[in-house]
């Protein structure tokens, strides 16, 4: 029996199998989605050109063991496990023992014996890592201090669909399937500009956007090395994937610097969860980062610039001319969670396989 699969970070994956998995979204999306809206009203003849994806996850129940509040994580776990046959048990922190009279390496045997699959989101990112050591069944992060993978797939596969904003062909939304030897159409090398602080989901975009081309450019408040900076751990798995090499990447302090040149920009919220008590500080210390219009005007954006967030969104980063305005993507990528996260749940918990030799087909 090979040992389960765990996916903590993207950091975790090669570059082949971040494209399989975003191919493998789209692929699942443009299937499931007409299906969806369709089903019962087409005649069966038509009806059956479209399909359900495989039900890789049937009789299989997939625990979500969240130890911080969620909701598009948690819904797009819940409905895609259901397409895929399968179904998600959620264990919130008020719900079971843990940490109350069981400790976390107990929860993950007597919940991993039952279940066939952990997708965990919790506070310290060595506790998913103490998940991964003692889980049977395979572990995917749902959020931890340090990574949140899921969402950066998400908002890869939203570049890709609106690859028109950057002058290439979007993604064929009437493709029904990709071999399991193609990829989606490349991306242009796009500069991605990314203005706030150093958290999770950045994290994850500091140790894929490079690899796949794109120049990533960062303003954090007293930079790379400040208080807001990349923890050791993170910087160590950008220098170990040469993240940082071939101008792959440039890290300053000034966010109208960052924006410069900018096709994309993305920001998070300046308070991640667990951070309430330093509110204050944090308010002090980004004042300047908010994006707006004028920030990209004065930095010299691109003109057509698309900004994208992961949500949930607080004003103070971003105002509500670029957050609701034409320029945002922000809630096709909370949709794209959904596409995404099935076809973790596919690679992960129903084949085992995150090479796609046996669920890219
Ligand atoms: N983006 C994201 O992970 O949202 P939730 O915290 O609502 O799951
Ligand atoms: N950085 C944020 C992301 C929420 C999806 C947090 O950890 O709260």
Request: proline residues 5%; charged residues 25%.
């Amino acid at each position: 029996m090979p040992s389960p699969p765990r996916l903590l970070t993207l950091a975790d994956l090669s570059v082949p199998q971040i494209k399989r998995l975003l191919t493998h979204s789209a692929s699942l999306k443009n299937n499931t989605l007409p299906w969806l809206s369709t089903h019962g009203s087409l005649s069966f003849k038509r009806a059956s050109d479209l399909s359900l994806p495989s039900q890789s996850l049937f009789g299989k129940s997939i625990a979500l063991l969240f130890s911080k509040r969620s909701t598009r994580t948690r819904v797009a776990a819940e409905s895609s496990t259901v397409l895929l046959g399968g179904r998600a048990v959620f264990l919130g922190r008020e719900d079971i023992q843990l940490g109350v009279n069981e400790s976390l390496r107990d929860t993950t045997r007597i919940v991993g014996g039952m279940c066939d699959g952990i997708f965990a989101r919790v506070g310290d990112h060595s506790e998913i890592e103490e998940i991964a050591k003692y889980s049977p069944v395979p572990v995917v992060n749902a959020l931890s201090s340090l990574w949140h993978p899921t969402q950066v797939l998400a908002t890869l596969l939203t570049l890709h669909e609106h690859a028109n904003a950057f002058g290439e062909t979007p993604t064929d939304t009437t493709l029904k399937r990709f071999s399991s030897k193609d990829f989606l159409p490349e991306l242009p090398s796009l500069t991605i500009a990314y203005v706030g602080d150093s958290a999770n989901v950045f994290h994850d975009m500091l140790v894929t956007f490079p690899r796949l081309g794109h120049k990533l450019r960062v303003a954090t408040p007293g930079g790379r090395e400040g208080r807001y900076g990349a923890p050791t751990a993170v910087w160590d798995r950008v220098v170990e994937l040469e993240c940082d090499k071939n101008d792959g990447l440039w890290w300053g302090t000034d966010p109208k610097e960052a924006v410069h040149g900018a096709d994309v920009v993305i920001t998070d919220t300046w308070i991640s969860m667990g951070q309430e008590a330093e509110a204050a500080q944090r308010y002090k210390d980004f004042e300047g980062f908010q994006v707006t219009e004028e920030l990209c005007r004065a930095g010299g954006a691109n003109p057509g610039w698309k900004f994208m967030h992961c949500l949930p969104r607080k004003q103070n980063e971003v105002d509500d001319e670029v957050f609701y305005g034409p320029r945002s993507l922000a809630f096709q990528e909370g949709d794209n969670r959904k596409w995404t996260t099935m076809a973790v749940f596919d690679a992960v918990f129903g084949h085992w396989d995150l090479d796609g030799d046996r669920w890219l087909t």
